[in-house]
């Protein structure tokens, strides 16, 4: 059984370790990278040898966090003892498949927000109040008694900054907006990061957005909104599943929509299913249901059915769970 820690427990784990393997989600989004590569710049100014493992590639507006760090696969050579770290992860299968297997039942610490964190770790830090992960890191960070440089304020910027919609989603609070003020304090420029984060889009994605939204569907009396992205729609438009994400966070922009859903079908036939809503609808738990999780207006699972399965075996959750939330 996981044993649960503080901000002070967990900082000086990390302190006292002579190297540390820092895991990251698949797929991974801003809060993830933020919160890993913040951890990392503190790790290596204590000296310690520190690895990146993430089964997919950064986005491409994440790059500015590298700094000379390279993100490992599955084939990671790591040393024995080599503290192993998850950030931003509630269940290990995020990690994905070859990561998960060789070191999912590993892992030391895990630092987390998800209220749908299994505590898979030997020790856990969670807070559930975090709008990001980043917020803890940020604690974490201090409690090691590392200097806040600008560099890590960066990567911890764009971990809250992402996490919250840009400071629109429901989840933001004023521990969130007090992380960012310090965080310009030291130096941050937000306007291109916000200009790369929520203003740019490519060519390629708007394409795919195009014929996406041909089959846009709505259920519920307009009350849910629902798009499928297949391998197709990917091919004919040049686009990507990093891209994907802001279809994702569209589909709940749509007025008198209080669950928005976007399918992703992944190369080997299976879907990814992400739910977005406005209170009082909790996605998480009809993603929890479904073999998955998340947060309460942000959650996800997969689906191993035929699309249509998939969506009717959703809408018939969604539809409970609307009728509870009424």
């Known amino acids: 059984m996981s044993k649960q820690v503080d901000i002070s427990q967990a900082a000086a784990k990390l302190r006292d370790c002579r190297a540390a393997a820092i895991f990251m989600h698949s797929h991974p989004d801003g809060d993830c990278l933020g919160s890993g ?10 000296g310690k040898e520190v690895f990146l493992l993430c089964k997919d590639p950064m986005p491409a507006m994440f790059a500015f966090m590298r700094d000379g760090f390279v993100l490992h696969g599955a084939d990671a050579e790591l040393p024995d003892d080599c503290l192993l770290v998850t950030v931003d992860v509630a269940v290990t299968h995020l990690l994905g498949e070859a990561l ?4 999912g039942s590993r892992i030391d610490l895990c630092i ?4 749908t964190n299994d505590f898979f770790a030997a020790e856990t830090l969670l807070d559930t109040t975090a709008a990001a ?19 890590i304020a960066a990567c911890l910027y764009a971990g809250v900054s992402t996490d ?6 429901a989840n933001i609070t004023a521990r969130s ?4 003020a310090r965080y310009i304090d030291l130096g941050v420029e937000v306007a291109p990061l916000n200009r790369a984060f929520f203003e740019t889009q490519s060519k390629a994605y708007l394409e795919m957005e195009r014929l996406a939204f041909r089959n846009l ?35 709940r922009q749509i007025e008198g929509v209080q669950v928005g859903v976007a399918i992703r079908e992944r190369p080997d036939g299976t879907y990814k299913i992400s739910l977005r809503s406005h209170a009082p609808a909790n996605v998480s738990a009809i993603a929890t249901q479904l073999g998955g999780g998340g947060h309460v ?16 075996t959703l809408i018939k959750c969604i539809e409970e769970e609307l009728a509870c939330a009424d």
């Open 100 to 103: 998960n297997a060789r070191f």
């Open 164 to 169: 919250t919609g840009g400071f629109r989603n």
């Open 37 to 46: 590569f913040a951890l990392a710049h503190a790790l290596r100014s204590l």
């Open 297 to 312: 207006l942000a959650a996800a699972y997969a689906s191993d059915l035929p699309l249509k399965e998939t969506i009717a």
């Open 133 to 151: 992960c980043a917020e803890i890191i940020s604690d974490v960070i201090d409690a090691m008694g590392v200097p806040m440089t600008t560099s």
């Open 112 to 115: 987390d927000h998800h209220p």
């Open 177 to 180: 907006h007090r992380c960012v």
């Open 217 to 251: 569907k709505y259920y519920c009396n307009g009350r849910v909104a629902l798009v499928a992205v297949t391998q197709r729609i990917f091919r004919q438009s040049g686009s990507n599943e990093d891209e994907y994400v802001q279809l994702v966070a569209r589909m």
